[in-house]
């Protein structure tokens, strides 16, 4: 028994001395005794007093900022349109403030969501097909991130540069159908895409985008509401504009400039996007997790059957 506790109390003289240095080291805190002072909880937990010419004068060191936390609800990983359904579950937790929920639709990843807007001009017989020569794409805060002219499939019988604004002067620095449609395609992969009667942008462009994944501003009937017009009517995005955002375009002569069209659609989006998520969120089925993808991947994997919608799918066999 004697030998044993020689053995214990040399063990338990190692750990001390051991704790000892890792005090030095600043690696271990000093033990709290009995009767010490209890440590300040919050933000003054950095302060100690200090005597100062016999008074006593707070001593402040840096209190390390808590980490900034995104959402308790939504992991790094989640898929893109679970940002849809997140807006509910906010919601759902009392905060009901539109403000509050925007700002936090924001802080999960605003880089997810894009507008976009194309201009056509007419191609063969009669100039009657309609085809690619500008397309826009901006951000959630209206900022360009692509915006470029394109060199039809076939050559260009009519401009229509009343509307869309294209001239002979443009193609001089157009980039062929194939290169524009592979950058846009990349842009949009995995995005929330907003537009106004987009159909016609991606048929424009040769794609489908998923449903769940689309915001089309012609088919929201709260802005028509919003507007005081018939929830039901078909408005242009220059009626909605003039009404919900007091705001002027599609004027003058020289045709549509895609890119302030897509920052208006993108615009009417974020005026009601609290609202419209939400409905969403009730109404769209639970959507397996994205795949983690190359963002430098050939984009022509966009025309593969896998993603194209699966009613049109069931219609072609």
């Known amino acids: 028994p004697q030998g044993r506790s020689k053995k214990k109390s040399r063990k338990h003289q190692r750990f001390m001395e051991r704790q000892v240095l890792l005090e030095r ?9 009995l009767g010490s002072q209890a440590s300040v909880a919050g933000p003054e937990a950095g302060s100690t007093l200090a005597k100062v010419d016999g008074t006593t004068a707070p001593r402040c060191r840096k209190v390390p900022k808590p980490k900034q936390v995104v959402s308790p609800f939504l992991s790094p990983s989640a898929s893109p349109d679970s940002i849809a359904r997140h807006h509910s579950v906010l919601l759902s937790q009392g905060n009901g403030s539109s403000k509050g929920v925007r700002t936090s639709s924001l802080l999960l990843r605003p880089g997810k969501y894009v507008a976009i807007d194309c201009e056509m001009v007419g191609t063969g017989p009669q100039g009657r097909l309609s085809e690619l020569a500008r397309c826009s794409v901006v951000n959630y805060e209206g900022d360009v991130i692509y915006d470029k002219y394109v060199q039809p499939e076939l050559p260009i019988v009519d ?14 620095s157009a980039i062929p159908f194939k290169a524009a449609q592979a950058e846009i395609l990349k842009i949009l992969k995995d ?12 048929q424009a462009l040769k794609y489908f985008h998923p449903k769940d994944r689309t915001r089309d501003t012609s088919q929201i009937p709260m802005l028509n509401k919003r507007a005081g017009l018939p929830s039901r009517a078909s408005v242009s995005l220059k009626s909605l504009a003039r009404h919900l955002l007091q705001k002027k375009i599609q004027v003058g002569c020289k045709g549509h400039s895609s890119v302030e069209d897509a920052q208006t659609a993108m615009e009417l989006y974020r005026l009601v996007e609290v609202q419209w998520e939400t409905e969403l969120a009730r109404s769209l089925p639970p959507r397996p997790p994205s795949p983690i993808t190359d963002p430098t991947a050939d984009s022509s994997q966009y025309m593969d059957d896998q993603y194209w919608p699966t009613d049109l799918m069931a219609s072609g066999l």
Do not use: C, E
């Open 191 to 202: 995005k929330i895409v907003v537009g106004h009667a987009i159909h016609n942008d991606f």
């Open 25 to 33: 080291k600043g690696l271990l805190s000093p033990p709290r005794r």
């Open 159 to 172: 401009y229509r540069t009343r509307w869309s604004g294209i001239t002979r002067q443009h193609m001089k």
